[in-house]
């Protein structure tokens, strides 16, 4: 079972308020409802300010609640104002009742409450407020050991020092984050992990904007939502056949090619496997600039390295 809490906080009593946290957090738990293909995928809470009054009492109750019990995967994700805390040194998530620095939910809490979930074996933590890239930096560090906990992956929008921006209706950070769930950080086999993401948000902004923070503590990187491939697992499994080594190649002539007197149509269906490959840097011509080129001339095609790193994966049965 995978739960997710999300929350959404634009208006607040005593502070200034926000525009976009309320979509925010109701497009993530849209998006992460269900996998492309319509498959269940987390279970979801949601709170925004626009239905609950979301004070400190009620968030940590909901959090708490949320790392508790017995599931694959808890996923926590929250919009809203964040704030450090210098005298303290420490990050703060803002409820809307907030006043002091009393009133924050300290970001060490959250992740101490995470930590003890010993039965929740992934626990992931996103963060579109300003400076919550000091999560995970503070207390437990001091005394040498690590508050990223077992299990753990910690995602913001920017640095301890940063604010998160907001832009388009939806903060700058969770409107990247949802086109990457929506395919853009897709692999090959249409997975969607914490560290895809990352590497989506990251690359989208430039060294002039919020730098987003990626913090984690797994042995193994989750699928946190799932597309269609981009190139269907039938034709990855034929890679071992079609390549013996690694560094084999495969040979082409003019009767893969259909616009060929000598056209084959079982060389055909093979030839146009190849191309998608191909389309996918999956497999490269060799001595020729198009496959087209390469079948012609009977040269034949390679694997490149992501090739021969999806053929690995064929032989070892993970697909």
Known sequence: MR??????????????????????????????????????????????????HLGRGKLEDQIRELFSGDCS?????????????????EGMLVPQDYRTARDGIRISDILNWASKAVKIKNKVIILDCC?????????????ESSVV?????????????????????????????LQALHGGAANILGKITPGSLYAFVDNAL??????PVFKTNVSQFIS????????????????PEWFA????????????????????PDHGEVF??????????LIEPVDAEHMYYAAINSTGCRLTALGAYYRELALKGHF
């Open 3 to 52: 739960k997710g809490l999300f929350i959404g906080i634009n208006n607040y009593t005593h502070i200034s308020s926000l525009s976009g946290c309320n979509a925010d957090a109701m497009a993530m738990a849209s998006v992460l409802k269900t996998d492309a293909n319509g498959d269940p995928n987390f279970k979801n809470v949601v709170l925004t300010s626009a239905e609950d």
């Open 73 to 89: 995967v808890a996923l926590l994700y929250f919009a809203g104002h964040g704030v450090f805390d210098d005298d303290t040194n």
């Open 131 to 143: 400076q919550g890239g000091s999560a995970g930096e503070v207390r437990a560090l001091r005394s």
């Open 149 to 177: 906990g077992e299990g753990m992956t910690i995602l913001t929008a920017c640095k301890k020092e940063e604010s998160a921006l907001e832009g388009g209706g939806h903060g700058v950070f969770t409107r990247l984050l």
């Open 206 to 211: 430039d060294a002039w904007e919020q730098r």
């Open 224 to 239: 946190l939502r799932e597309v269609s491939p981009l190139i269907p697992k039938e034709i990855l499994r034929k890679l």
């Open 245 to 264: 080594e690694a560094e084999s190649t495969f040979a082409l002539d003019p009767s893969y090619e259909p616009t060929e007197p000598s056209f084959d």
């Open 272 to 281: 146009a496997q190849l191309q998608k490959c191909n389309r996918h840097s």
